[in-house]
DNA sequence: TGATAGATTTCGAAC
DNA sequence: GTTCGAAGTCTATCA
């Protein structure tokens, strides 16, 4: 896993250091260091001297941490040229990326600790995202409702996608749009746009527009009630502490 | 800046490392090691046996960090307990986190590296965001339209706030939308909830609706174009190799 | 505390 | 390459 250590590299040193093994692209490169740093692409940042934890990433993604926030100081998601070298007697780390145009530029005003790590890739799995909800609803669609036949899934309508598309037992059809967490007004108004959009594209169809989430804000139940559209409880994980036996998705 | 070090500590040696630093709350606790992760709260995860950089920030952010992506394989905004123990003859680290009730656990396998670095925060500035460009354009409307009154920003209508609310030098009423970046159809069905607002708001009122953006997608000029709406090019950075003089914002 | 909107959002999928 | 929408999004702001 630790392929190499250096502590205290002199600016030369940590440039090879990080040329080296940024070249060879199969280990992750940590330099511990007081730095400054510099962005500029999407917006443009600077971050006066101090202390920072950079690691750069296979990948070639870079991220600059601070003492604080699970989100980088400094970070680019992709990178297509990253390099080191020495200037004015102090290595630079400088990370570009095209499309968009932008550059992350470290400074390393004095390294306390250089790491190169190999890491071995696992397994990975996640569930209760909304696609395992509209897996569940799909084998089970009488939780949203008895009778609910579904006809489509990510149905594609002019823009954006149907999660669920079904007729009801009276043979209405039914666009239903699934939120994983609590929905907010912006999901009530992306049904709405579905519907409007399955109305005019099935002309003298009957439209029911259904938002199944867990649960929902009080101004998108309003929007809901003023668009003539329904919400329906979907509880993707019972509540740990509910002795209430519902349906569940999971 | 390098407080600690451990290389290959023994579960209960690393469990009293953690412990202690994480109790001290000063400084950022590392930990390179092969380990399983487990997560439970809005969804359910498990990363199987693997090699990992797990990073515990004295603000009580917690990330799992795996070979690629800026984004960790998991994490923790943040905490409001974090405990590491021996159980089984390994090391387990334990985040958690009321409201959203969830909690991370990691099970150490083999730790081969363990750090305590105390970081300095130092400071930080960006600009390019939204807020920016609003700034910038209340100053100078004109960049937007000749003749352009702003009377108001983040006006609260109902739900949402409008960017900008002005008057055209005709007398109607203009609500800008603005995008930092190139605005999809999202951002033109915010606009026209914004205008239909005022709309009602304003009996009797022309109201123009303006979305302004360095770009826009097809399919937004599109429902631009079907909601009578309009799209200004409002650059916030010169391109790099643009020799145009073009007003810009910064 | 709840709700909303921005973010250098990131990430992945579909076209 | 674009566009779109989900995300365990996170984070700041404001009522």
């Known amino acids: 896993v630790l392929r190499e250590q250096l502590s205290s590299p002199a600016p030369d040193v940590l440039a090879a250091f990080v ?13 511990v260091a007081e730095c400054e740093i510099e962005y500029a692409g999407r917006a443009v940042s600077t971050a006066d001297a101090g202390q920072y ?43 570009m990326r095209r499309s968009p145009e932008e550059v992350v530029k470290v400074t ?7 790491l190169a790590l190999e890491l071995e890739e696992a397994g990975f799995t996640l569930s209760g995202s909304e696609k395992d909800m509209q897996d569940a609803l799909a084998r089970n ?23 669920l598309y079904a007729r009801d037992r009276e043979g209405r059809l039914v666009v239903v749009e699934l ?7 912006e999901a009530v108004h992306q049904l709405a ?17 259904v938002l199944a989430a ?4 009080a ?10 559209l329904e919400f329906k409880e979907v509880t993707a994980f019972p509540a740990p502490g509910s002795s209430v036996v519902q349906e569940t998705l999971f």
């Not at 867990?214 to 804000?217: E, I, R």
């Open 214 to 217: 867990p649960s929902v804000t």
């Open 53 to 95: 934890v950079v690691l750069l990433k296979c990948d070639g993604s870079v991220q600059i941490h601070g003492a604080k926030g699970v989100k980088p100081i400094n970070w680019q998601p992709r990178t297509d040229d990253i390099s080191a070298h020495v200037e004015n007697g102090r290595c630079v780390l400088v990370a």
């Open 141 to 163: 669609p009488s939780v949203i409702e008895e009778g609910l036949v579904v006809l489509d899934r990510e149905l594609l309508i002019g823009v954006g996608g149907v999660d």
């Open 108 to 114: 390393f005003l004095e390294a306390h600790l250089a």
């Open 179 to 185: 939120k994983r967490a609590r929905a907010g007004h």
């Open 219 to 228: 101004p998108a139940l309003e929007v809901l009630a003023r668009g003539g």
């Open 193 to 209: 746009r579905y519907v409007q959009a399955v109305r005019e594209q099935v002309p003298g169809a009957v439209v029911r527009g």
């Open 19 to 31: 040329t080296r093994h940024t070249r060879a692209c199969d280990v992750l490169v940590q330099v």
